[in-house]
């Protein structure tokens, strides 16, 4: 049913049915991401715990971690909502990690079980 609707489309043409979505359609870089890349909060964050990353975060990946929040990497989008909303700026992209503060990236991969 799918295919003779496709077909009757002029949108569409018979082979978009056996290409990944991502290649019909322009789908937003935040919804196309990597598994393995996520976000780092660093040390900035510690006894300061502001809660505005949190808020904005789409699927809820930033844990209260005790002295400061921590982003699971299975569950970041990659998205970078959180980066604006960080108060004191400690949110970062694994790889612009700010020299001084790769620990935070171990810590955040060793907290998770990753």
Known sequence: MIRDAAKKSSRFHSTDLERPLTQVMAVPSAVCHTPDMT????????????QACTEVCP??????????????????????????AC?????FPEEDVPAGEESFIARNYEFFGV
Do not use: N
Not at 39 to 50: L, Q, R
Not at 87 to 91: E, L, T, Y
């Open 39 to 50: 976000h780092i909060i660093t040390s900035p964050c510690i006894g300061t715990k502001d």
């Open 87 to 91: 108060p004191v700026s400690a949110i």
């Open 59 to 84: 699927v809820e990946c930033i844990y209260d971690a005790g002295e400061m929040y921590l982003i699971h990497p299975d569950e970041c989008i990659d998205c970078g909502a959180c980066v604006p």
